[in-house]
């Protein structure tokens, strides 16, 4: 099939999707008992869902193991099933798989994220136990995508193993692992609705008559239409048929505001009436469109596609997520009123895509070719076979509109300091290619869907013509933390849509990293402050909701997620999620919630993570409240303090703080919420309420230390009565970059205290009163650099100097270390700490005397004893 170039007004897309389940006890998961290796020597039981990545990835050891996994499991067989054909399923295995029975190979199957089924009838020993032995390797492997990528690769079995027995005559399983049919629609409107049924039938006996009837019942349960019809069977015999119902008048269209589903049922029986196989489908009505000019039209109605993308993975799990905790999620992103979900960057768990079906998410699903390819017949096989699984076994949903296979396909190449010019134009010329193959594959395969793939921020999407390529374009997009400054985000797509007015876009990627430990009054780029988070997705909805031609936005993430070799504020985890790894929420998924979601009146203020927050003197600190509705009014311990319009779903108060507890209520005529924050206000001079104090040097973040219960307030330059540095220069901070070290600091859970430091500060006071005090100093040597991070996109490469660096620390005159040397006392990135009680009646001065090199510290925590 040829490569189309559209250049009409509309691209239309007309499809309805279902899902089933196995009945009469086919199929049952065969999760528990299982034993697991390393080596075949030393062996434990486990359940799937398991990886063996659960620990090493989040350790202070660089890497995580890739490698061989070795699983088995007894199966006991009665003799009485003889008569039925059996089959295994694994719905997925990172990432390549290799299966035995009863020492026998029976199938072999590459690429981590989709289903595989193998029919092991020959193999069963009745009426005794089989061994299940299942080889797992998640070495890189350059012939099987993804090469690279900012996830980790989770070695293990961790979706569902299934044992399948259906009779002699049964609906395949043979197709892909797909259903076994596929429902379609010559066109849906509000008027009629015209369905049609693929069936593929597999005959494992002689030759033999059966019959296909189906059913379609609206969900109320009344009867919309039947079709009954014959399908005789050859020996051996895998056959297709092809099942056309009467038009559908005036059906229910399927909505994200009105998930209308019908239920289609399938049923195989012998001649006697008997039944042989049956499956069960949710059918939606649904017709879809995309405009370069004017967007994304659902039902002929326009609707802008605002949502998330979502990895599968989860806090103390890896990728063996339980199924339920995933649903979860799918509820999360509901009630936030997102009506889109991209699955990144690979299919997800097939039960989320049904939960979508019904609670009305638009999805965007993927195959993870992802930063690069490899130059090779296998690779393009692999990756060839991997849309064919994804695309058969996502195909019956309603909710599906995308299929994608690329994303960031150039990153890598933009990286690559050792291949030639003539290597690089080479691997364009191939990854195009691919490209090419792939989009024939999918609208082959997937006529009635939306093709995509999604690009990052280089001209080398436009140079090769691969932007042109898919139907709908996503570019992932990172203005205001990676590259340039929030408001270019706008500048680059309007500049897009003019260069190329025939090209549909999406947002497909966008958002900061955000610790919810970190907060500050002035929000800088990558400052991973929950505050810099709040300002870049504000700023990008109205970037976005004000360009007609945008089809939408889906905001990097939906959760953090693993990413082994991150070091940002929490490391070995991509933070830019709208909810934390755990999937507690930050205060930006409720600012989403009060622009997306209008059926109930809601109302969320922002200080869920302001805790043991320390003013000086009068300072007030800004708190953003959050709601759907036009106004409110604001009160402060139980006096009104104002009334407030909101603006873009928003609006930020400067609340006058007193020290202790303090009562903040919003409310409106319909809704009302309240919340209490803990404020410790201190006056100058005579530090009153002054019991510990935690300073953040060389930052302008304060930082909530859970361990030692204390948020430590962002630095100054030394203030008389208070406290501050007299020299210094903070390290590694920037107008773009304002963390310090992007990296891993060992021996600490508190990154951010360490990550930001002054250099070249000999002397820092704090005029506390007189009394005898503990003081606990922070130390990191800046210069130890882990390997480098590609994804910080950035086009410049930090170079450092690692000139010798040695000093004394002195308390008030008191020797507290001797010619400290961090890179030599510790060669690794090294959170250290030196601890001391002194006695003063004039304040404390910290003094870091230079004998080589320029000294560094990182925070100061003084806890005053009487």
């Keep these: 099939m040829p490569h189309i170039k559209y250049k009409s007004f509309f ?11 196995l009945s009469h006890g086919q199929s049952k998961t065969i999760n528990s008992g299982w034993q697991y290796s390393e080596d075949k020597t030393n062996w434990q039981t486990v359940n799937i869902p398991h990886t063996w990545n659960v620990k090493d990835a989040f350790d202070d050891v660089a890497g995580y193991r890739r490698g061989l996994g070795f699983y088995q499991k007894q199966l006991f067989v009665s003799s009485k099933e003889k008569d039925q054909i059996f089959y295994l399923k694994f719905n997925a295995v990172n990432q390549e798989a290799t299966v035995f029975v009863n020492g026998k190979k029976v199938t072999n199957h590459k690429g981590g994220y989709t289903a595989f089924t193998t029919e092991i009838t020959s193999h069963i020993n009745f009426d005794s136990y089989n061994i299940i032995e299942v080889e797992v390797d998640n070495s890189h492997n350059e012939n099987i995508p993804p090469l690279d990528a900012d996830f980790t690769f989770y ?33 849906v409107s509000n008027e009629k609705a015209g369905v049609n049924v693929t069936v593929l039938i597999d005959n494992f006996d002689e030759k033999t008559n059966t019959n296909v009837d189906l059913t379609i019942v609206d969900a109320e349960n009344n009867l919309i239409t039947e079709k009954h019809q014959k399908a005789k069977l050859n020996a051996k015999e895998s056959k297709t048929i092809k099942v056309t119902f009467p038009e559908i008048k005036n059906p229910k269209l399927w909505s994200p505001d009105d998930p209308y589903l019908y239920k289609l049922q399938l049923t195989l029986r012998d001649t006697n009436g008997i039944i042989l196989d049956q499956k069960y489908a949710n059918i939606g009505f649904r017709w879809t469109t995309i405009d370069s000019e004017n967007g994304f039209f659902l039902n002929g109605k326009p ?46 768990a097939r039960e989320l895509y049904k939960l979508c079906d019904e609670l009305g998410i638009l999805v965007w699903t993927e195959i993870p070719i992802v930063n690069k390819v490899t130059d090779s017949e296998a690779f393009f096989e692999v990756s060839t076979t991997m849309q064919k699984e994804h695309i058969k076994q996502y195909y019956n949903y309603p909710s599906v509109v995308m299929f994608g296979y690329m994303n960031e396909i150039f990153l890598r190449l933009a990286f690559d300091r050792k291949s030639t010019k003539e290597e690089k134009e080479a691997l364009k010329k191939t990854t195009l290619k691919l490209a090419n193959q792939l989009e024939e594959l999918t609208r082959k ?44 985000l706008g500048t680059f797509l309007d500049d897009q849509h003019q260069r190329y007015p025939n090209r549909s876009l999406l947002l497909s990627e966008y958002g900061p990293g955000a610790d919810v430990r970190i907060f500050t009054k002035t929000p800088k780029k990558f400052d991973f402050s929950t505050n810099y988070q709040a300002k870049l997705h504000q700023s990008y909805y109205k970037q976005i909701t004000n360009r007609p031609f945008m089809t939408g936005m889906t905001a990097w993430n939906f959760a953090d997620f693993g990413s082994e070799f991150r070091g940002d504020a929490i490391p070995h985890v991509n933070q830019k999620g709208l909810v934390q790894y755990d999937r507690t929420p930050k205060d930006i998924y409720y600012w989403y919630k009060s622009v997306l979601d209008t059926k109930e009146p809601f109302i969320h203020i922002a200080t869920d993570n302001l ?86 040097i060389g930052s302008h973040l304060y930082f909530y230390d859970e361990e030692q219960n204390i948020t430590f307030v962002p630095d100054q330059v030394y203030k008389k009565g208070w406290f501050g540095y007299k020299n210094g220069t903070a390290y590694g901070i920037t107008k773009d970059k304002n963390q310090g070290l992007p990296h891993n600091i060992k021996n600490t859970d508190a990154e951010p205290l360490f990550q930001t430091l002054l250099e070249g500060c000999n002397e820092y006071k704090m005029d506390v009163p007189e009394g005898n005090y503990k003081v606990i100093l922070y130390f990191v040597e800046p210069q130890i650099k882990p390997t480098e991070n590609i994804y910080n996109l950035s086009k410049n490469t930090a170079t450092i100097d690692k000139k010798q660096r040695i000093f004394d620390v002195y308390i008030n005159e008191k020797l507290i270390e001797k010619q400290l040397n961090l890179a030599q006392a510790y060669p690794e990135k090294y959170g250290v700490t030196l601890q001391t009680k002194i006695q003063t009646k004039k304040g404390l001065t910290l003094k870091l005397n230079a004998i080589e090199g320029l000294p560094v510290i990182s925070g100061i925590l003084i806890e005053k004893l009487d």
């Design 11 to 21: 691209l239309s897309f007309i499809m309805c999707v279902a899902f089933f389940f």
């Design 155 to 187: 070695g293990g079995i961790y979706r569902d193993v299934e044992l399948i027995k259906v009779p002699k005559q049964h609906f395949s399983l043979k197709d892909f692992a797909s259903d076994g049919f596929y429902v379609n629609y010559d066109n």
């Design 303 to 348: 609707l802008k596609l605002i949502g998330i993308n979502r990895h599968q993975d989860y806090k103390n799990y890896g990728n063996a997520v339980p199924i339920e905790l995933q649903k979860q999620d799918i509820h999360l992103i509901k009630n936030m009123g997102a009506n889109v979900i991209r699955f990144a960057h690979y299919p997800h």
């Design 445 to 488: 395969l997937a006529p009635n869907h939306i093709t995509v793939m999604a690009g990052h921020l280089n001209e080398v999407y436009n140079e090769t013509g691969i932007a042109d390529v898919p139907m709908l374009l996503g570019w992932n997009l990172y203005f205001g933390w990676y590259d340039a400054q929030i408001e270019d």
């Design 611 to 696: 805790k043991k927050l320390t003013l000086l003197e009068d300072e007030t600190f800004p708190i953003q409240i959050y709601s759907n509705q036009p106004s409110i009014s604001v009160f402060l311990n139980g006096e009104k303090y104002r009334e407030y319009s909101l603006e873009n779903g928003f609006v930020s108060v400067d609340l006058p703080l007193q020290n202790g507890q303090n009562r903040i209520e919003v409310m409106t005529h319909e809704v009302y919420e309240e919340k209490y924050v803990h404020i410790n206000r201190i006056k100058t001079f005579d530090f009153e309420n002054f019991k510990r104090f935690g300073i953040n």
